[in-house]
Each structure stands twice: as C-alpha cells, then as structure tokens.
C-alpha cells in the first residue's frame, strides 16, 4: 500500500451543477496529489457521452433511452432551476464571464491530471450504451473495481 | 476494534434508481467481506416498508404521510425520466432482460449476506410510520448508531 | 495531527429536508466530541443567507439569481413531494408537533457546538453572493479548505 492519499467519487447523477461539482473536488484533490477515482453510473455515464451522433446497433428500448438521455457534459441540465434549459445556459455565461472552467474543460484537466475515469460496465449494459459512444482515455469496470479504490481512499462521495 | 473493512450508508433518497445503486454497492462490499450498514432515513425508509396495508392507529397528519409516500421497493419511482411512472417500468423491465436483480431480490440478497438495515426512529416518529408497517428482520435505531458505525468505517456514502 | 475524530459534509443541495439531515448528523457528530466541517456550496449556500433583503450593488443576473434562489433556511423547500410550499409546511408542523428542532435552531446548535460552516467563495462569486446576505459566524474559503479538512476525517459526506 502506497501513501499517497486516495480520494473516489461515485458520479451518479446526471446534472450540470453535479458533475462540475465532482470534477471540481477531483480537480481540487488530483492537484493535492491524491489519486482520484470517479465512477461514473446511472445518469452520471452521460457525462462521457461523445456530443456527435455515434450510429451503433441497438435493440428499441436501448435507442429510446440513447434519445431521451443527454448526449455529453454540453447538454446536461440542472439539478434545480432547469427551466427548460435557461438554466444551464446561465450557468455557463456565469462560468465564462468569471474565467472559470467549463464542464468540457473540467474534464480535460482531470484527464491532463491522471483522475481515473471508470464507466460503470453494468449500467452500460442496461442503459445499452457502447464504448464508442463514449469519448476516449475512459476504463470500463464493475462496482468491484470502485469498491477496490474506496477501501484505500480517504475521501469517498456519491454525488 | 476489528480488522474487518466497514462500509456504511445513509439512503435518504426514495428513489428505485439510487436504492439500487446503494444496494448494489451495499451487497459488492459484502461480497469483499465488508461490515455493511444501510441506514434508513426520510423518503429512504419507503423502500423498507411492506407492500400490503397495514392498518395502525395514526392521526390524520400521518395517514397522509402514508398514503402519498410509496409503499415499498415496488413503488419507488425515478429520481430521473420518471414520466409518471413509465420510467420504473422501463428499468425493471432492462433489468429483467439482462437477468439483473430486481430491487427487492436486492434487498433478501443484503439480508442474506447480513448486512445490517437500520430504519431511522426518528424519522419515523416524524412521519408516522410504525415498525408494523415495515418488513422483519430490521434494526431500529437514531443517528448515534450510525455515527458509531460511520467512524469505523472506511467508505461511508451519503445516497 | 489529533486524535479528534473528524467528520466532514459538503451540503450541495438547497432543500429543507436533505439540510435537515446534514444537521442532524453534524450535530450528532459534535456530540460525539467529533470536529465536524459543513461545506456549503451551490444551492446549499442558501441555508446561510439572511432572512431579510439586504441591499448590496449587484449586475442584473445576480440580482435574477438573488431573487430566484431561496433567501434562508426558513425559505427552502422539499426534494419530494414539494406541493407548493406545503411540504414543507407539513414537516415544520411535524417536527414542532415532536419537539424536535427546526432547521434555524439545527443551525444555531451547530454554531454554539463549534461545528465549523465554511462557504464556498468560488460558488458565491459565480452567484453573485456577498458576506453581507450571508449570516454571521461563518468562514470563507475554497474547495482547498474542504479538501484539507477532508483528508484528515474519516465520515465525509456529499449531501
């Protein structure tokens, strides 16, 4: 076992202010030199989606969940004060005008800083999303590859 | 102090989505020989309650209490994409598909494997359920109980 | 480093219920003789602001968040079953009913146990918040401070 500090996030959710929230806290830990794990599960996997359209063959119900579910950390909503979409767009215009990251952005630094990013297999499977509908440099495992970070991380949250 | 890894987990939420989540990872942990301790608390206490009726004495306050709140991990409904019920049927049906475990195969799943279900008394007391109204096998107890287990353990989650 | 057990919770959401559950347990906590860390960000920061309106100079779209977002832990409402503002009715009279605390008197425990309540700066300048809404007693910092303090505390919560 090594010393440096561990820190996992469970990335559940599927909202805006939720993944920049996570990636903020898995931004703020990787740059205190903690190794960071964020599982990605549930609604949360749209976050990695690719914003393109990727044509993949699926059976009915998985294209009606591929349709009705957001496409990429672009098109995600909000948790409170969606209304309709007005919301994350005030929430991007706030993040711009004050040089802060966007979610896009976000992602790429925790990928530039070497957070461990895991898409939940199982959910995949259900939801029936493949991995070339998810953009690169992502690894693909199962709540016991998640279970295997948390028991030697610190800092463990489900968002 | 035992050397046994110990996991806790508060689920607040009354959602089929996020119990599944917490007792997927409840039953992983158990698997890797965890101590496993789910607690119970507002809108989460749904999930334990019996599917029939039951009839106890309540005031009025509480009979609304239970009639609006679903009764038990048949009845949750989605913390996304709801539509009015169409969600859970969607999810239970993938779920079936693939030959995942439902919910409440799930929680006999986390019983058998002796993970310990705590149910929040006050909670409750507040809401007017009554240990009648929820199915056996589970430990009544407050907040303490759960610290005392929470500082033990390792991977402590919020859901 | 201390032998004090240390207890962390970064409380994201804005609802009545889930900062009534962030409560309890930071007060259980401190009861336990636990340092215990609050970290109010997002939607949560809304716990902190002041009853009243307080007149600071702001650009029109922090005033439109100002006037959006709920101004105190008096005004929050429900992650479920909302109705309205009468969910939130129900659980005051509730929890008056059991002589159990209301959420400012949750808050005014925390203060007098020494549970620290630190606001995010990065969220108060996206949203326009200025210390002058927020009120007394309570700290200002970065996702740093939580980091720091979680890294050294065994329950971290994300509420």
Redesign the interface.
């Known amino acids: 076992m090594e010393n440096k500090?561990k820190t996992t996030i469970?990335l559940?959710?599927?909202e805006l202010?939720?993944a920049i929230?996570a990636f903020?806290?898995a931004n703020?830990?990787a740059a205190?030199d903690?190794e960071v794990t964020i599982f990605f599960?549930?609604?949360g996997l749209n976050t990695l989606r690719r914003n393109e359209r990727i044509s993949v063959k699926k059976g009915w119900?998985e294209q009606?969940?591929a349709k009705?579910?957001p496409r990429g950390a672009d098109k995600l909503g909000l948790?409170?004060?969606n209304f309709g979409g007005m919301g994350p767009k005030?929430?991007k215009?706030?993040?711009k005008?004050?040089n802060?990251m966007s979610l896009p952005q976000l992602i790429e630094l925790a990928q530039e800083q070497g957070v461990k990013l895991i898409a939940c297999t199982?959910t995949m499977?259900?939801?029936g999303l493949q991995e070339e509908e998810l953009f690169d440099g992502i690894e693909y495992a199962g709540?016991?590859a998640?279970?295997g970070d948390?028991?030697d991380?610190?800092?463990?949250?489900?968002?």
Not at 153 to 159: K, M, P, S
């Open positions: 500090e469970v559940f959710s599927g202010d939720k929230a903020i806290i703020g830990a205190y903690h599960t549930f609604w119900l009606m969940f009705m579910m948790s409170k004060m005030m929430i215009h706030v993040l005008k004050h802060a199982m499977d259900l939801l709540v016991a998640y279970l948390a028991a991380a610190n800092v463990n949250l489900f968002i």
